[in-house]
């Protein structure tokens, strides 16, 4: 299980604290997006080899 929560991808709450502390909230929230496809993808394949 704790593979599995380790392909997961970040949480939606790091751009509102982009946003709280004045950083660039269109960076954070790409950034989000990228780890929300990557772990969609990583996701798929640790189960498909943890079976």
């Known amino acids: 299980m704790l593979l ?3 392909a997961m991808p970040s949480a939606m709450l790091s751009v509102a604290f982009a946003k709280r502390y ?4 269109w960076l954070a929230s790409q950034l989000v ?3 929300l496809l990557g ?3 990583t ?6 080899l943890l079976g």
Do not use: H, L, W
């Open 33 to 35: 997006f990228a780890t």
């Open 22 to 25: 004045g950083c660039d909230v």
């Open 43 to 48: 996701v798929t394949v640790m189960m498909r």
């Open 39 to 41: 772990g969609m993808v």
């Open 4 to 6: 599995i929560e380790s």
